[in-house]
Nanobody, 114 residues
Framework: QVQLVESGGGLVQAGGSLRLSCAAS????????MAWHRQAPGKERELVAT???????NYADYVKGRFTISRDNAKNTVYLQMNSLKPEDTAVYYC????????WGQGTLVTVSS
C-alpha cells in the first residue's frame, strides 16, 4: 500500500523556520520524483518544489532562496526546510509522489503569524 505521511507543521512567527518531513512507503522511493505542494485557505493547490531521485531540485519563484527540498533515499523520506517564513506561506502543505508512482499525503498545516 502506497503511503505518504507528513509531519513537522505548526505555528511559527514571521521570519521563523520549520522543517517538514514526509515518510514514504509501499513503492520504490529512490527513483520516484517527489514534490511538495501547498493550499492556502480559499485558494487552489500550488506547487512548491520538486526533487528527482538523484536530488535535482526545482522551486516555485515564490519560495526560491527561502525553501530547500531534500531527500534521504536510505530513509525513504523527503524534507522541506522553510526559512524566512511569511504570513502568505500559511497553508496546508502536501507531500506528493509524482512519478512513476503517484500519491498524495494527508497534509500538514503551517501557520505563520505576523
Amino acid at each position: 500500500q502506497v503511503q505518504l505521511v507528513e509531519s513537522g507543521g505548526g505555528l511559527v512567527q514571521a521570519g521563523g523556520s520549520l522543517r517538514l518531513s514526509c515518510a514514504a512507503s509501499g513503492f520504490f522511493f529512490n527513483f520516484n520524483v517527489m514534490a511538495w505542494h501547498r493550499q492556502a485557505p480559499g485558494k487552489e493547490r500550488e506547487l512548491v518544489a520538486t526533487i528527482s531521485g538523484g536530488g535535482r531540485a526545482n522551486y516555485a519563484d515564490y519560495v526560491k532562496g527561502r525553501f530547500t527540498i531534500s531527500r534521504d533515499n536510505a530513509k525513504n523520506t523527503v524534507y522541506l526546510q522553510m526559512n524566512s517564513l511569511k504570513p502568505e506561506d500559511t497553508a496546508v502543505y502536501y507531500c506528493a509522489a509524482t512519478g512513476p508512482t503517484r500519491a498524495w499525503g494527508q497534509g500538514t498545516l503551517v501557520t505563520v503569524s505576523s
